[in-house]
């Protein structure tokens, strides 16, 4: 799909950045994201998704809004207490881009819905509650080969990785054991679920449009309290039970590519 009149003009500045341009905007227009927990994290990663002018958003999140929500669901109303919370992320961003398309979804991620979700998508963005939506999620995405943006905060404290399947370690790979996460069981203070989604809406633009560097083997640790940042690598395990046979695949074939070359390269040469 090309980009209207209208559109041009509403991501004007956007386009303007180097590297990005027209190009990055119809890649943006053609791709379809699937966010879910759409909370403070989620509902914030939608908002700077919707207002760059992805195609499609896929939102996805159980329950209804909570009156303790309140401090950090910047698409929510104080009316909307008590209602389904996906219904409402979707009407607010209607109303700031109606250029886009929008698909509310008021489930949990399960088992028997991940599938379809992912297969939907052109990439995830993590934003659950519990681990044990994550790794659904991330299992999906590296059966189904979707790239996903996987983004978690505690506190004062957050964490943001790009995973590709195959290519960088995956959310199993990062924790083999998963910490226990009671999700009342902590403070949540709006501006650090927003600096984070900020930054997770970042790596999704960036992954989609191929504007510079994003996050890839590497977990982008925070301390928000200090505003400490640091980036570490984390353990690609070959044997990792879930994307273990698609990291050694990859490997394999950048194995024989370089041989490839290498035989090539051998071939041009003149003694």
């Not at 209804?64 to 009316?79: G, P």
């Not at 681990?131 to 991330?138: M, P, Q, S, T, V």
Request: hydrophobic share 40%; net charge negative.
């Amino acid at each position: 799909m090309v980009l209207t009149p209208q559109e041009l003009e509403r991501y004007s500045r956007q386009i303007m950045l180097p590297g990005f341009g027209e190009e990055g905007q119809t890649a943006l227009k053609n791709s379809t994201a699937l966010v879910t927990g759409v909370g403070g994290l989620g509902g914030t990663v939608a908002l700077y998704l919707a207002v760059a002018g992805i195609g499609k958003l896929i939102l996805v999140r159980g329950g209804e809004v909570r009156l303790d929500d309140m401090n950090r669901q910047i698409l929510m109303t104080d009316d909307w207490v008590g209602k389904p919370r996906v219904h409402k992320a979707k009407e607010t961003l209607a109303k700031i881009n109606p250029h886009i398309e929008i698909e509310a979804i008021p489930e949990y991620v399960t088992s028997q819905n991940v599938d379809s979700l992912v297969k939907q998508a052109d990439i995830a963005i993590d934003c659950a509650f519990n681990f044990e939506e994550r790794d659904l999620l991330n299992d999906a995405c590296v059966r189904w080969n979707k790239p996903m943006v996987e983004t978690a905060m505690n506190g004062m404290e957050a964490y943001l990785t790009t995973i590709i399947p195959g290519k960088t370690p995956c959310l199993s790979c990062i924790f083999p054991e998963k910490p226990q996460w009671d999700r009342w069981g902590f403070g949540v203070l709006g501006a650090v679920s927003g600096t984070l989604a900020c930054l997770a809406a970042l790596e999704a633009i960036k992954l989609i449009t191929g504007l510079d560097k994003p996050l890839l083997g590497q977990l982008l640790t925070m301390d928000l309290s200090r505003l400490e940042f640091a980036k570490r690598r984390p353990y690609h395990d070959p044997d990792c039970p879930v994307c273990g046979s698609r990291t050694k695949q990859g490997i394999a074939e950048a194995i024989a590519f370089l041989e490839i070359t290498k035989e090539e390269d051998l071939a041009s040469m003149r003694y």
